[in-house]
């Protein structure tokens, strides 16, 4: 099944505190199996909303998720190593750290 889904890139505006938003759409062709397409529809329709607006949030979603992933990741790798033990000493065996000493 070939479904064909408007998808908007949105520029925010603030105008007299209410926010506009300035759509330049673009038409995208996507090839999707029966179930998914049919999960599609009801999770839009849960939310009332176009199934071409429901696939473009959780477009916007992943690619909100993915960038906050690319900056956690480049924040913990710009942090200098931290030593695990002094040197000469040695690490602790797999049994000491894993044992249930309650």
Known sequence: M???LDVAYRIGFLITRIPYFCAQMKIITLTLDEGTVNWARIHAARR???LSRFVGELLD???Q?????EM???RCLAKRPVELKRSGDLYPSREGVNSSDD
Do not use: G, I, L, P
């Open 65 to 69: 998720e993915s960038r906050e992933y």
């Open 72 to 74: 956690a990741m480049q």
């Open 61 to 63: 979603k992943t690619m």
């Open 2 to 4: 070939t479904v064909t």
């Open 48 to 50: 009332d909303m176009s």
